[in-house]
Antibody, heavy 118, light 108 residues
């Protein structure tokens, strides 16, 4: 059973960089596609982007180049960095897995709440 | 961007009732790439249906999905207490991947 666990600061100041990690257990991040998805009352569920097992990335254009995903295979971690955050980036952030892009998100982390506030 | 619009926003029903949830896409989407999720408070979304109509492992057969083109439907044939939750449709055919706004199924 694949398990995903998000971690990172729960509070980030406006204009700073949000950094989160997703640690995967019960499977290898060298396979599959790994996405970050966020959820807020205003925007609902919003896909942020994915990183493939080959390190290829694709991002939601709505985030205007503020996002970078990376992976550390030896640590079984996928990382999210989002620059220049504003209050609109306050959300619960999830990581989730697809076995292939043709497959749906079958495993999700529990999510971590990030609040952007001074 | 393929915008998914779910209706109704809220369904007020009783246990044992039938629930019919709709999802309309702004652009045609291949059914293979349409999924439905259930989300209970404080929990991440849980995959119910993939490929528009295939139940995920462990999902009871009272859940069924159908549809094609731009119109997709999730039916819960007889609501159980644990089914009162929010349901989301999702397309992963084209980037950016998108989700509908959700339908809340609440106890009447």
């Amino acid at each position: 059973q694949v398990k995903l666990q998000e971690s990172g600061p729960g509070l980030v100041k406006p204009a700073e960089t949000l950094s989160l990690n997703c640690t995967v257990s019960g499977g290898s991040i060298s396979n599959d596609y790994w996405s970050w998805i966020r959820q807020s009352p205003d925007k609902g569920l919003e896909w942020i982007g994915y990183i493939s097992n080959m390190g290829n990335t694709k991002y939601n254009p709505s985030l205007r180049g503020r996002v970078t995903l990376s992976m550390a295979t030896s640590q079984s971690q996928i990382s999210l960095k989002m620059t220049a955050v504003t209050a609109a980036d306050t959300a619960v952030y999830y990581c989730a897995r697809q076995q292939w892009l043709a497959d749906p998100f079958d495993f999700w982390g529990q999510g971590t709440l990030v609040t952007v506030s001074a | 961007e393929n915008v998914l619009t779910q209706s109704p926003g809220t369904l007020s029903l009783s246990p044992g009732d039938r629930a019919t949830l709709s999802c309309r896409a702004s652009q045609t989407v291949t059914a293979d790439f349409v999924a439905w999720f259930q989300q209970r408070p404080g929990q991440p979304p849980r995959l119910l249906i993939s490929g528009a109509s295939t139940r995920a492992p462990g999902v009871p057969d009272r859940f069924s999905g159908s549809g094609s083109g731009t119109d997709f439907t999730l039916v819960i044939s007889r609501l159980e207490t644990e089914d009162f939750a929010v349901y989301y449709c999702h397309q992963h055919a084209s980037a950016p991947l998108t989700f509908g706004g959700g339908t809340k199924v609440e106890i009447k």
